[in-house]
């Protein structure tokens, strides 16, 4: 049976090929020839095989994307699982600054961002399931877990999106105090069933920010 893949039947264009080869080469730091010798190939035959695509010799591929620590449908069709910015910049970029309204918008009622809190030796940054309630910052947490400031820390609390098809994107950042909230405040909050927390487990404690300061950024195109 021929081989197919996301990309087509015939595989990806070779550029694509070559491109997601020498991008994983480069992270791992992999020359040619020691990528060939794990392939057990000629350093001659690799640039060959990456160069002409699939249909030239899929079993060769195959010992490449071994070699380089991938599934072979990951090497001929791409990763699904990458973070965002693969992309370049879009055409004429531009910084803009958000006002606080935009930021609030943008935050929205709820979502996933990531709180920074002080830690020795460096600061620690924790994604969280959030809501906002009154123009605070609430999440959940276990009640003795590394989220769980004691009241009146110094935190961060940062979300954004990105746009791989534009190069476009956002992000806000919030400074404030935390404060663990009280029984009575906790199971108020669970009852209003603002957050379903994704990492699942029992998560009693809940956390709230109040913010002095808010700012955001947007990358936009003139």
Known sequence: ?????????????????????AERQRQLGVSDEVLAKRARMSPHYLRQLAAVGLDFDPDGLRRVAAALGMTFQDLIDGRTDIPPGQPGPGERPVLIRLTGTECWDRVGPHGVGRVVLP?????????????????????RTAREGEAAPDDGTVVSFEVDRIDDETSQGWS???????????????????????????????RPQWVRIHPDRVTGRRIGAL
């Open 172 to 202: 806000v950042l919030l400074t404030g105090r935390a404060e663990r909230v009280g029984a009575a405040g906790s199971r108020h909050l669970t009852e209003e069933e603002l957050i379903r927390p994704w990492a699942g487990g029992d």
């Open 1 to 21: 049976m021929a081989a197919h893949s996301a990309s087509g039947a015939h595989g990806p264009a070779p550029d694509r090929l070559r491109r997601r080869i």
């Open 119 to 139: 830690a020795d030796p460096a600061p620690v940054a924790f994604p969280v399931n959030y809501a906002v309630d009154a123009e605070t910052v609430v999440y």
